[in-house]
């Protein structure tokens, strides 16, 4: 029978890149789960390591370095298509929004899709 298996696992990294609005630096975590030296499950999962602490009085820091939030809000769905954004809309979103000068984004109701999320790390926006 199937059953929840709970695995610690930690890492060290040194000399990291650190992820910011300006230069949003990507690692790829690889995770492999053996079971009698064969490998039954393999995912790559990619995440920004940063530090983020906001204060009441003097607002949002990102990786000790303070960061004026230019954010707006936004729907998951778009005209003609509803809530089945493809990948290439999210990602055209996430471009020119930024071209305007956004670095944050508020996403309204319903949790986005991984894809929208994957592309506002991938383009530095919060």
């Not at 695995?7 to 690692?27: A, F, G, K, M």
């Not at 053996?34 to 009441?56: A, I, L, P, Q």
């Not at 020119?96 to 530095?124: C, I, V, Y």
Request: proline share 6%.
């Amino acid at each position: 029978s199937l059953t929840d298996i709970f695995v610690p696992q930690s890492i060290s990294v040194s000399n990291v890149n650190l992820w910011h609005t300006t230069s949003p630096y990507l690692y790829t975590l690889e995770s492999v789960i053996y079971v009698n030296n064969v490998e039954v499950d393999h995912v790559n999962t990619t995440v920004g390591v940063r530090k983020v602490v906001f204060d009441k009085d003097q607002g949002l820091f990102l990786n000790d370095v303070p960061v004026k939030v230019q954010g707006f809000c936004n729907h998951q769905d778009f005209a003609g298509v509803g809530t089945a954004v493809p990948n290439r809309l999210n990602q055209f979103r996430v471009q020119k929004l930024q071209e305007m000068g956004f670095n944050a984004w508020r996403m309204s109701h319903n949790p986005p899709n991984p894809e929208l999320l994957d592309f506002t790390d991938r383009f530095g926006v919060l």
